[in-house]
């Protein structure tokens, strides 16, 4: 798991409804008959489509697709499908036969993209939305998954570039998408050391959506890192107030609280941690979680016993009752 949040475009479903017009009941499958039931099967894989019932849909556009072979948006949909249930190898083949069959299918290289980035082949992923960039200049989408992608590869002032175009092609009224793109646009800055960058980009994150608890998690690692710990701990605060099993929150929660030296809230984070870490089955941050948690109440049991020493001190430098 990242020490930071990120999000990727879930493309829509593109809804091309065939136009047919039903005549008389048939009884056999002639042509007439099956472009009928193809264009209904295609209607009901879009519908399942739309309510997640994804293997369904799969099986309807499967069905579509045999009945005609050269149908472009049955094989996109299809690829849509596939994609959402990671099966990322089906997705990509899919795509490919749409692009085979209709070359300038924006939303098949998009879909093909998304699969390539997923499955980690960034090159191939950028490769696309390349392709979607110069046939549809203003797509957001194309810009901001190619940043995803050379964020992927350490590419960082890439994909502040790509998220710029973004931002400058994304709806205005689309508040919660320009909130993602200022989130992931702040973690590139993060990675540059550029702390203010990324902090102002947080912020914008914040008041573009104030329910999501990433950008409130990313703003206190920004904090934490420029030394502010107060800052940090609000912000975990307000990320844990909407995301009360984020363990990650805890645990740096718990740090910030320990270079403040309020030691007792430091322990109660670190043991929350501990405890969701286990849950989630995140052996390597349990771990962590757990040795930083044992060093505390080590140093704590340490200052405990240190404390003790001036007053058995004082006693001595006084004299202490002596029994003949």
């Known amino acids: 798991m990242s020490r930071f949040y990120r999000f990727i475009l879930n ?13 008389s009941p048939a009884y056999s499958l002639a042509t007439s008959d099956a472009k009928i039931l193809e264009g209904d099967l295609f209607k009901l894989g879009i519908e399942k489509m739309q309510h997640g019932s994804y293997p369904e849909a799969i099986q309807d556009f499967t069905e579509v697709i ?13 690829c849509l499908a596939y994609l959402q249930l990671e099966d990322y190898q089906n997705a990509i083949a899919d795509c490919n ?42 797509d957001f989408r194309a810009y901001y998954n190619r940043g995803l992608a050379h964020v992927a590869l350490n590419n960082y002032t890439q994909a502040i570039s790509d998220y710029n175009l973004a931002l400058t092609n994304i709806p205005q009224s689309s508040s919660l998408l ?17 702390l203010k960058a990324a902090t102002i980009d947080f912020s914008e994150a914040i008041q573009l959506n104030p329910n999501d608890y990433r950008a409130y998690y990313n703003r206190g690692c920004a904090c934490g890192k420029s030394g502010d710990n107060s800052c940090a701990v609000r912000d975990f605060t307000e990320s844990l107030k909407l995301n009360s099993t984020n363990a990650q929150a805890y645990l ?20 929350k941690a501990v ?8 052996t390597t941050l349990y771990d962590k979680a757990l040795l930083l948690l044992k060093n505390l109440q080590q140093q704590l049991s340490s200052l405990s016993e240190i404390a003790l020493i001036p007053r058995d001190a004082k006693t001595k430098e006084y004299g202490a009752i002596q029994f003949s």
């Open 97 to 138: 036969q749409t692009l085979k069959l209709t070359p300038n299918n924006v939303e098949a290289h998009l879909n093909r993209g998304l699969a390539y980035y997923r499955q980690g082949d960034y090159q191939a992923a950028i490769a696309d939305y390349n392709q979607v960039i110069q046939l549809k200049s203003d």
């Open 66 to 78: 045999k009945l005609k072979k050269d149908f472009a948006v049955a094989y996109s949909n299809r």
């Open 11 to 23: 493309f829509g479903i593109a809804v091309v409804l065939v136009c047919l017009f039903l005549t």
């Open 275 to 282: 405890e969701y870490f286990a849950q989630q089955g995140e």
């Open 252 to 271: 740096n929660r718990g740090i910030a609280y320990h270079q403040l030296g309020h030691e007792p809230a430091a322990i109660a984070d670190l043991q």
């Open 178 to 194: 320009k909130a993602d793109v200022y989130n992931d646009r702040g973690l590139a800055h993060f990675e540059l050391s550029d």
